[in-house]
């Protein structure tokens, strides 16, 4: 039987890429359903942007994380934008 861990709290984390030689700059938004910093990151990092900046933004409690139905060790996809 699996079981679904729901997750203690999460972060909100962003990671800056510079698209192109014109300097556009793309934010990647994630939401992760870890309650450390240091996993969280390592959560979304990835290796063809070992050079970008991830940054926590938010600290989400475990009643927002669990309203958003967020369970532990979960990454949801990426929101981007410029």
Do not use: C, Y
């Not at 079981?3 to 909100?12: D, L, M, S």
């Not at 800056?16 to 240091?38: N, Q």
């Not at 475990?62 to 990454?75: F, Q, S, Y």
């Amino acid at each position: 039987m699996n079981t679904i861990t729901p997750a203690r709290g999460g972060r909100v984390l962003r990671i800056k890429v510079d698209r192109d030689s014109r300097g556009v700059v793309v934010d990647l938004w994630f939401v992760v359903g870890l309650d450390d910093d240091h996993e969280a990151a390592k959560a979304v990092s990835r290796p063809h942007l070992s050079a970008a900046k991830i940054e926590i933004v938010g600290v989400l409690t475990a009643d927002v994380a669990a309203r958003w139905k967020l369970r532990h060790g979960e990454v949801r996809p990426p929101l981007v934008t410029q």
